[in-house]
């Protein structure tokens, strides 16, 4: 079955640091792959998504470009903030509408 | 507009004892989810309605969970009784008809069985 790999956390960095979380996924056929944030508190928001190969997604500063070769959906900063600290989940969705997600990676980030 | 909103956001409870966990969907939404988070694990589905109607329950981990959405609004979802496994953080999501790849998550309760 499908299933996402993600980097364990928790990621501590200093502000305006440079962040990648690591994501690989197994799925058959093409699935689309997508990057979800909770900040504390509140629910699980889409952070940006990519639905072929070598298509890039952004949002907030934030990328990850779809590597079919390599079965990558990475997920990068070039400078994060204290206001970026939360959990990040890595999903793919193939023919259902249910995505099957990763194990979430904490991210803290130190003024 | 508000959010899919869910109640309690913190419950603690001992082995054995009951808990109903409650979701109220963004309004208009016809679809509604629920998801489970175990400690350290994947976000997993759980089922899935569309309006009053249980249209994908295939998630549910076993008898002691309860799914109801009575009027196609709310939806509770109880634990009876519950067990130390049953720790972790419960999601409910919600989306429009024929929007089901657009969904909207809520904050999560956080359910601790100790």
């Known amino acids: 079955g499908d299933s996402v790999t993600q980097m364990e956390g928790p990621v501590t960095l200093s502000e305006e640091a440079c962040l990648t979380i690591?994501?690989?996924?197994?799925?058959?056929?093409?699935?689309?792959l997508f990057w979800y944030v909770q900040y504390p508190g509140e629910g699980l928001q889409l952070l940006l998504k990519?639905?072929?190969?070598?298509d890039k997604g952004s949002n907030k500063g934030f990328e990850a470009t779809y590597r079919k070769e390599t079965t990558s959906f990475h997920l990068e900063k070039g400078s994060v903030q204290v206001s970026d600290s939360a959990v990040y989940f890595c999903?793919?969705?193939?023919?259902?509408?249910?995505?099957?997600f990763g194990r979430g990676t904490s991210l803290i980030v130190h003024p | 507009e508000a959010g899919v909103t869910q109640f309690p956001s913190h419950s603690v409870i001992e082995k054995g004892q009951t808990v109903t966990l409650r979701c109220d969907p963004i309004s208009g939404h016809d679809n509604l989810y629920w998801y489970r988070r175990v400690m350290g694990k994947e976000i997993k589905f759980l089922l899935h309605f569309v309006k009053e109607s249980k249209q994908d329950e295939s998630g549910m981990p076993n008898n002691r969970f309860l799914a109801e959405r009575t009027g196609g609004t709310y939806s509770t979802l109880k634990v009876q009784p519950a067990e130390l496994e049953d720790s972790g953080v419960y999601f409910c999501?919600?989306?429009?008809?024929?929007?089901?790849?657009?969904?909207?998550f809520g904050p999560g309760t956080r359910l601790t069985v100790t």
């Open positions: 990519a639905t072929k190969a070598d």
């Open positions: 999501a919600s989306s429009f008809s024929g929007r089901a790849y657009e969904q909207y």
């Open positions: 690591n994501c690989t996924y197994t799925a058959t056929g093409y699935p689309s």
């Open positions: 999903a793919l969705r193939g023919g259902s509408y249910i995505p099957t």
